[in-house]
């Protein structure tokens, strides 16, 4: 969870149900950092010197390691897998890549703390940007849900709009929730998955209000 450290800075602490408060370290070379989600593995992300974002893990001994992969020019982690283990685990979040359009994609990481990373970003030219924001590890697979933008084509931002997605490890398994929900939703979010693989969300009517959303595995 995110915190301040009393000098306008933010700082990531780790509270275990059975365990005091622990202050997680600052990587070195940033200048503060926040854990956004915590599993086997902690999330989260931090800022350098130079102003750039971070994604950050810590592992079980509160070691901080720096997740940005090479090409990318910032990035966040913001899930984890409740459930995962050293074996069976992933972090997931979204990154900017370097000489892209300044958008963020959908990211996984599948093997923390190895800085290896699998971009989630859907093939197709109408999603302009997509993040993570669940992991979950259903039956032995990774699962990943999230969101991405849509622009079906060129056109000012207020045609843009975001449709919940989900993803079984790879770009290629994209699939869009957002497809089925009634026409008069205009836009929805993925924000969990259970241990049985069911999706939960939001999705925004056409007055503007949000609902909350479950999405069945079948």
Known sequence: ???SNGAGRLRAWD????????DLPVPAGFVHAAA???????GGYGTSADGTTHPVCWDWAFNAMDMLPSGA????IVAADPDGGLDVTGLG???????????????????????IIIDLHPASPAYVASSVYAVRCVDADMRQAGMAVVCPAPGPYADRSCHAMAWSGTAASAFDLHGLLPDE???????FIDEAGNVAGAAQDANGIWHAVFWART
């Open 73 to 76: 020019t910032s990035g966040v």
């Open 93 to 115: 979040g979204s990154v900017v890549e370097s000489g892209g359009n300044g958008l963020y994609r959908a990211a996984f990481w599948p093997n923390p703390p190895q800085n």
């Open 185 to 191: 939703y205009l836009q929805s979010t993925a924000t």
């Open 15 to 22: 509270w275990p149900a059975d365990s005091p408060l622990a």
């Open 36 to 42: 956004a989600t915590a599993g086997w593995f902690i």
């Open 1 to 3: 969870m995110p915190a």
